[in-house]
């Protein structure tokens, strides 16, 4: 069973459901990449999207950033993605790589970054996902909704 709240448009609520239903197949079938596995898959996505043109000098989580999900600082090469990724769909995980990946190409957001990303094809449904996650995190407890007997 699923509870929303009843001022959600049915748009809202579908994309809901789909964020939700995500979210419990990553959390059944992800065990979380070492940092190691992190650095070949950054290689193999830069391989993939950007002719290999994007090549980070390390590639590592962090438990230090909870308001984004990655970072990088073109300069060292280094990348850093958030802890908070670990157990999202890989498609999440690795559009943030692609990211960060592409600010070693262009730093900032302007066009040419937005151009790059563009050969990602997942990348509106996982900042969707994404954004449906900081969404879910602002919601208020609501009693019964992990099971949990109003109180009464």
Not at 52 to 68: C, D, E, K, Y
Request: aromatic content about 8%; some cysteine.
């Amino acid at each position: 069973m699923v509870l929303i709240p009843a001022r959600m448009s049915e748009a809202e609520e579908q994309r809901w459901v789909t964020v939700m239903l995500d979210k419990l197949a990553a959390q059944e079938s992800r065990r979380a990449l070492g940092d190691a596995e992190l650095a070949e898959r950054a290689r193999r996505l830069s391989d993939q999207y950007f002719e290999g043109r994007a090549r980070p000098a390390s590639v590592r989580w962090v438990t230090n950033q909870n308001t984004r999900w990655g970072s990088c600082t073109p300069s060292e090469g280094s990348i850093r993605l958030s802890h908070r990724l670990q157990g999202m769909p890989e498609y999440v995980v690795d559009y943030v790589l692609v990211h960060e990946l592409a600010h070693l190409l262009v730093p900032g957001h302007g066009p040419r970054f937005w151009e790059l990303l563009e050969a990602y094809p997942r990348t509106e449904r996982a900042r969707g996902y994404l954004e449906g996650v900081v969404a879910a995190e602002r919601l208020p407890h609501v009693p019964g909704a992990r099971g949990e007997s109003p109180a009464g």
